[in-house]
């Protein structure tokens, strides 16, 4: 495409999420310094947020993803899941449409994050034909890939059969950074249809996004810890260096 752009950043938030936008908003732009596109995934169709009060915001509106009857049950099953409270998370699966390979590479941030420093330092570094994340359980990696599903497990023993559900080096889904070229038309569908296959994810998309990755299409590769010596991003703030990506103040 040769009107492609270098880079994006990409949020999702139904209604319950939206309010966070302005708040993101002014934080990727005057303390991030991120002037580029920023993309808004949403189902909701009466939108509160108008695209022509804010510069350069593109809105998707993709449909929810639903399910079929018995993988829904199943989903719904699995004690302490999220499906029942945060079936919104699923529709992450869309940052693999194609409509983003418009962008040569894709931040996506969870909404309720904390921008803390210039965003430039992740595009600093360049995902070439990878799909960057941070470990789950960094720094000391205690959790393997199994915690991200049922207990079951006679449930999960078919799972286990297939993947290596030991493995500490798994990642979690609230910043991704992924060159746009890994996605394929049928992407969407195939984690789609891993989600059927495997009804067993407690964390919704964070499971399947880590089978899909570590396995069925190994593009994964730990985000680097730090760009220009400002670590990239932390769970928790830590005060005497903070990331420039924070999930908690």
Same mark, same amino acid.
Request: charged share 25%.
């Given at each position: 495409?040769?009107?492609?752009?270098?880079?994006?950043?990409?949020?999702?938030?139904?209604?319950?999420?939206?309010?966070?936008?302005?708040?993101?908003?002014?934080?990727?732009?005057?303390?991030?310094?991120?002037?580029?596109?920023?993309?808004?995934?949403?189902?909701?169709?009466?939108?509160?947020?108008?695209?022509?009060?804010?510069?350069?915001?593109?809105?998707?509106?993709?449909?929810? /993803?639903?399910?079929?009857?018995?993988? &829904? %049950?199943? #989903? $719904? =099953?699995?004690?302490?899941?999220?499906?029942? *409270? +945060?079936? @919104?998370?699923?529709?992450?699966?869309?940052?693999?449409?194609?409509?983003?390979?418009?962008?040569?590479?894709?931040?996506? /941030?969870?909404?309720?994050?904390?921008? &803390? %420093?210039? #965003? $430039? =330092?992740?595009?600093?570094?360049?995902?070439? *034909? +990878?799909? @960057?994340?941070?470990?789950?359980?960094?720094?000391?990696?205690?959790?393997?890939?199994?915690?991200?599903?049922?207990?079951?497990?006679?449930?999960?023993?078919?799972?286990?059969?297939?993947? $290596?559900?030991?493995?500490?080096?798994?990642?979690?889904?609230?910043?991704?950074?992924?060159?746009?070229?890994?996605?394929?038309?049928?992407?969407?569908?195939?984690?789609?249809?891993?989600?059927?296959?495997?009804?067993?994810?407690?964390?919704?998309?964070?499971?399947?996004?880590?089978?899909?990755?570590?396995?069925?299409?190994?593009?994964?590769?730990?985000?680097?810890?730090?760009?220009?010596?400002?670590?990239?991003?932390?769970?928790?703030?830590?005060?005497?260096?903070?990331?420039?990506?924070?999930?908690?103040?």
């Amino acid at each position: 495409m040769e009107d492609k752009k270098n880079f994006c950043i990409t949020l999702l938030a139904d209604k319950n999420y939206l309010y966070f936008f302005p708040k993101i908003y002014q934080q990727i732009r005057e303390i991030g310094n991120f002037h580029g596109d920023i993309n808004l995934i949403t189902n909701k169709k009466k939108l509160k947020i108008k695209p022509r009060d804010y510069k350069n915001v593109n809105i998707f509106e993709f449909e929810q /993803i639903i399910f079929s009857k018995n993988c &829904n %049950k199943e #989903l $719904n =099953n699995i004690p302490n899941g999220r499906n029942k *409270d +945060k079936p @919104y998370q699923w529709n992450k699966f869309y940052l693999f449409d194609t409509e983003f390979k418009n962008w040569k590479f894709n931040l996506y /941030i969870d909404i309720n994050m904390t921008i &803390n %420093k210039d #965003l $430039n =330092n992740f595009f600093s570094t360049l995902p070439l *034909d +990878k799909f @960057y994340a941070p470990y789950d359980a960094y720094p000391d990696l205690e959790w393997t890939l199994e915690s991200q599903f049922t207990e079951d497990k006679d449930k999960l023993l078919y799972l286990k059969n297939k993947y $290596n559900l030991s493995t500490r080096k798994y990642f979690q889904t609230g910043v991704m950074y992924f060159d746009t070229g890994i996605i394929h038309s049928e992407m969407v569908n195939n984690l789609i249809e891993l989600v059927e296959n495997y009804p067993v994810s407690k964390n919704n998309e964070q499971g399947i996004l880590n089978l899909y990755f570590l396995y069925e299409n190994p593009k994964f590769q730990v985000l680097p810890q730090s760009s220009n010596n400002i670590p990239l991003y932390t769970y928790w703030k830590n005060q005497a260096n903070i990331a420039v990506i924070t999930k908690s103040e």
